[in-house]
């Protein structure tokens, strides 16, 4: 217990070093009120991805160009959160971190990250960095062979690196991670694979780690009776594999878990806690405040990981998740209370509702169905009604904005087959494909479930959206269009072909009266590698970062 | 605990390359068995049922077919975005891949195999010009015995079948094998060919880490017979690389029963409930039994040390055990040498087993080639199981997987 208290006395030095170093907790809670920095990835520990901004808006956005493009070197696909400092911005793939000059786009240093041959094997969906984390003149990034690395952020050179588990039992990392309460915070991969998720918190000085929380209990531990006697909870599942949001008022993270393992649900009967639940834990400890399951026993692969998003809605202080099960929920972040849940696609199978005095779903026919070894159809599939690309929340219109996928899927459960390192399904599975548009760009109102509008799109789009206060919402396509919206109607305003596929996150920032926005392209990643789309076959891979203003500025 | 000295006297030795798609395989089940395995490994990239856009992935319904040499390179090391594979694959587990990928998941037929791709037909190194050297034990039982016109048992016959199809003749090097608990026959067979005392060596199991590298620089040999009187034993040999055949019998595990017990029938090791159980210390029967009988089983059962003495002992009744699991090639040697016993075997087999070929040096590809396809040839047209007749053995054609990977006793426990 030794190195633990070493640690935290460490973390808390560090804590008070950072006040004379660049960037401190205090700037990371500030991020959103002081846009000539991007600290916080989701632009925000709330991860709105909303801004003030609004140099460029509805009026002005005919006139966006690019300012400068870098290239990434790199023909995977490119999912990197752009963190801006002082004007230096920070940019990962999954084998390089590189420091750019904000204003030219010139590099400053570029550190590659070594792995061995075999790694890729073990990312179910694309070979992809999303981030770096920020704090105290340090660098922190994650990578596919489960390591977190610290970079001195003046020079790229490491400063330590930990390995956090062996990636051969199919564990990997693509997550940025997110530093709270002087915490330095990451979740696993590997849903796939058979593994056991967790979360765990570091020393972002030292990188001893402070504390690791299993998402899936040990025989014993709370939420162990949800699981069957035996040993699925050895490879139980659970990943944790995007970035949570965090609350500082309240010093509380909040963060969602994935699918169970198998997808076979009869080898695991039980609600199989804390899969596709979303958790509030405590920074320091890890210690679990509350929990909401959102697919009990998960048959599917719908995964809870997808954005917290924090906001203050009619007086309420909420968090919500555009949930891969189709639902759109609206939690009391103080209690995990459901307030709403609506449907926020069209077609969705396995759930009438969600009761919100129970909080659990009113199930269909076709959740108890396809436990059975059936070959059963569901929508949506197991991409989800939205798959990992972040939503932005507008306060000024209330709506979320949301890249919906349009897919069904069918599957039949048979008996998994335990290999380490190698997919962990337990099912045969195939695709059901819709007549016609495969995705909607959609506004949602959280609260209500009303749909301001949608935009259809053939090919689905897996972008971050951005959304300022010039009544813009920003997103991208996977044939390489970067797209604006009007934000009140759906209106597409302005795009530019950017060479390659988009599923990265567009952000915003300003300098000297100039607002910019930037934008990491580079297709690739889940839809272009297990849909077999065939129409993406004149999209070339091959990431660059793009930033864009306003011509004349 | 790792398997160490599996199978009884003179089997061990080891290793193997082999080329040729699996045994008697039909393409369906390669297919097949190459969808299964092409499903849970690559569909994720290169899309499910071979289609994709390759705009991330390559187009594996593009992939040249005449460059199969590059599709196993790739697949096992891994070429620019391709992850690698090769240690984590299951024996044959590639070739079914390729048989999936090169007919497009069964649609096309398979294409011809690019005779450039095998071992060149270059004409076999001999340690003896017109003949085929082999090393067998003097002593090995029912697999091998010298004899005043040449030598019995199934290697033996085997070896000289071989030799005919080869139109070679068949001349051997008799040494001693060992029966103790220090020898090690892999090491020895890598000794012999690298002296090279002899082209081919028998009873090599194709088991992971029996065949390839060699795993110390240097070993020596035993003693055989006409063995030069100068010659210093102590003076070990440089090894080299060393593969196995395909295979041409199947090393089983079986349970033998004493006279007392009667009306004996078992399904599996459940049904040894009320018996008394012997077992071998570091045997592969051993261990089996050790990690899958019932607790009750072992809690009564008897360990019995390593070496040929264990059936003996059970035949004399020491420890009074009911039955005993063996390896059944050490069953046959025990009745070779005492054919009025009373134990029998009984019809249970483990699932269990491992296959046994020939080991040759890694760099007499053409010799490895030929006796390939001799061995297939003398296994599909039921030769070797007659000679195993002849030999009074209890024979098993080889089976998948071809070859057995490393075995633990968290493997072993799956295996039933």
């Known amino acids: ?472 919402v920003f997103t991208g396509s996977l044939t390489g269009e970067f797209e604006a919206f009007n934000a009140t109607t759906g209106e597409k305003v302005w795009q530019f072909q950017t060479g390659s596929g988009i599923v990265g996150q567009p952000m915003t920032w300003e300098h000297d009266g100039t607002q910019y926005i930037t934008l990491v392209n580079g297709g690739g990643a889940v839809y272009g590698l297990f849909s077999g789309d065939e129409r993406l076959a004149a999209i070339p891979p091959g990431g660059n970062v793009w930033t864009f203003a306003l011509a004349g500025n | 605990m790792m398997l160490k000295r599996s199978l009884y006297g003179a089997i061990l030795a080891g290793l193997a390359m082999v080329s040729s798609p699996a045994l008697s395989q039909d393409l369906d089940k390669l297919v097949k068995d190459g969808k299964a395995s092409y499903d849970q490994l690559c569909s994720k990239c290169h899309g499910k049922d071979l289609v994709n856009s390759g705009a991330s992935s390559f187009d594996l319904r593009e992939f040249p077919l005449d460059q199969k040499d590059r599709f196993y390179n790739s697949v096992e090391n891994g070429f620019e975005a391709m992850p690698a594979w090769g240690d984590i694959l299951l024996p044959g587990e590639l070739d079914a891949l390729w048989a999936y990928v090169a007919t497009k998941g069964g649609t096309q037929p398979m294409p011809e195999d690019d005779a450039s791709l095998d071992a060149p037909e270059a004409v076999p190194t001999l340690v003896a010009e017109g003949k085929l050297t082999a090393c067998l034990a003097r002593n090995g039982g029912a697999l091998s015995g010298k004899r005043s016109d040449g030598g019995v048992g199934l290697d033996y016959l085997v070896l000289a079948d071989i030799a005919e199809a080869l139109e070679l003749d068949l001349d051997v090097v008799w040494f001693e094998s060992e029966q103790e608990e220090e020898s090690d026959p892999v090491r020895e067979s890598y000794a012999q060919l690298a002296y090279p005392l002899c082209d081919i060596t028998a009873s090599h199991p194709l088991y992971e880490n029996t065949f390839g590298p060699p795993h110390t620089p240097t070993a020596a040999l035993p003693r055989w017979l006409h063995m030069p009187t100068t010659f210093n034993l102590r003076s070990h040999v440089t090894l080299k690389p060393v593969a196995v055949t395909r295979p041409y019998m199947r090393s089983e595990i079986g349970m033998v029963v004493r006279p007392k017990i009667q009306d004996f029938s078992m399904e599996g090791l459940e049904d040894l409930h009320g018996l008394k159980l012997g077992l071998q210390q570091g045997t592969l029967s051993g261990m089996v039994a050790w990690v899958q009988a019932p607790r009750d089983v072992i809690k009564t059962a008897r360990m019995f040390n390593p070496g040929p003495k264990y059936l003996w002992e059970i035949e004399q009744g020491k420890h009074d055990v009911d039955v005993a699991i063996v390896d059944v090639t050490a069953f046959d040697h025990h009745l070779r040498q005492n054919p009025i016993s009373d134990l029998r075997l009984a019809e249970w087999r483990h699932a269990l087993g491992m296959n046994i070929g020939f080991a040759i040096l890694e760099e007499n590809a053409a010799l490895i080639a030929q006796v390939n396809a001799a061995v297939d040839d003398l296994v599909a047209s039921g030769a070797v199981a007659q000679r195993a007749t002849e030999s009074r053995m209890h024979y098993a054609k080889p089976k998948e997987p071809l070859i057995l990977g490393a075995l633990t006793q968290d493997s072993i426990r799956d295996i039933r």
Not at chain 1, 192 to 216: C, F, K, S
Not at chain 1, 224 to 243: F, V, Y
Not at chain 1, 360 to 370: A, F, L, S
Not at chain 1, 378 to 397: C, L, V
């Open chain 1, 1 to 472: 217990m030794n190195s633990f208290k070493l640690a935290l006395t460490a973390a808390a030095v560090a804590g008070l070093c950072g006040s004379v170093q660049a960037q401190s907790l205090d700037d990371l809670k500030a991020d959103k009120s002081t846009p000539g920095d991007v600290l916080t990835y989701g632009m925000g520990y709330d991860m709105q991805r909303y801004s003030e901004l609004d140099q460029i808006n509805a009026d002005t956005v005919g006139g966006l160009v690019p300012v400068w493009a870098y290239s990434l070197n790199d023909d995977r696909g490119q999912e990197s959160f752009p963190i801006l400092h002082e004007g230096t911005m920070y940019v990962t793939t999954h084998n390089s971190t590189m420091a750019l000059d904000a204003l030219t786009g010139r590099q400053k240093w570029k550190t590659m990250v070594e792995y061995s041959a075999e790694v890729p094997r073990v990312a179910c969906c694309g070979i992809v960095n999303r981030g770096v984390a920020i704090l105290d003149g340090k660098i922190f990034r994650t990578t596919l062979d489960a390591n977190v690395v610290a970079y001195d952020a003046a020079t790229g050179e490491e400063v330590w690196r930990v390995k956090s588990i062996d990636y051969n039992d199919g564990y990997s990392m693509t997550v940025a991670p997110l530093i709270a309460d002087g915490v330095l915070i990451t979740g696993i991969s590997g849903g796939e694979y058979g593994i056991r998720g967790y979360i765990e918190g570091y020393d972002p000085a030292t990188g001893d780690r402070l504390w690791r929380t299993y998402t899936v209990p040990a025989p014993g531990e709370p939420g162990s009776e949800t699981w069957p006697e035996g040993d699925a909870w050895t490879r139980g599942g659970g990943p944790a594999w995007l970035t949570g949001s965090f609350d500082p008022e309240t010093n509380t993270v909040f963060w969602g878990t994935g699918n169970a393992g198998p997808w076979n649900a009869g080898v695991r009967p039980g609600d199989n806690l804390y899969t596709n639940t979303i958790l509030a834990l405590d920074p320091k400890t890890g210690d679990i405040k509350w929990h909401y399951q959102t697919t009990p026993n998960d048959p599917f692969d719908y995964d809870a990981t997808n954005e917290l998003i924090l906001a203050e809605i009619d007086g309420q202080k909420v968090l919500m998740q555009a949930n891969r099960n189709g639902f759109l929920y609206v939690l009391d972040r103080a209690t995990g209370k459901p307030i709403a849940a609506h449907k926020f696609v069209d077609r969705v199978d396995w759930a009438e509702s969600i009761d919100l005095e129970t909080g659990r779903p009113v199930t269909t026919n076709t959740y108890d169905q396809i436990k059975t070894g059936e070959w059963t159809e569901y929508w949506p599939s197991a991409f989800g009604g939205k798959n990992w690309a972040p939503a932005a929340y507008h306060p000024g219109t209330g709506n979320m904005y949301i890249n919906t996928f349009n897919v069904g899927m069918s599957h039949k459960a048979v008996e998994p087959q335990y290999r380490a390192g190698i997919f962990y399904f337990g099912v045969e599975w195939a695709w059901n494909w819709p007549e016609g548009h495969r995705g909607e760009f959609r506004a949602v109102n959280p609260m209500t479930g009303e749909v301001a509008w949608k935009v259809p799109t053939d090919i689905p789009r897996n972008a971050g959206v951005l959304a300022t206060a010039g009544n813009l």
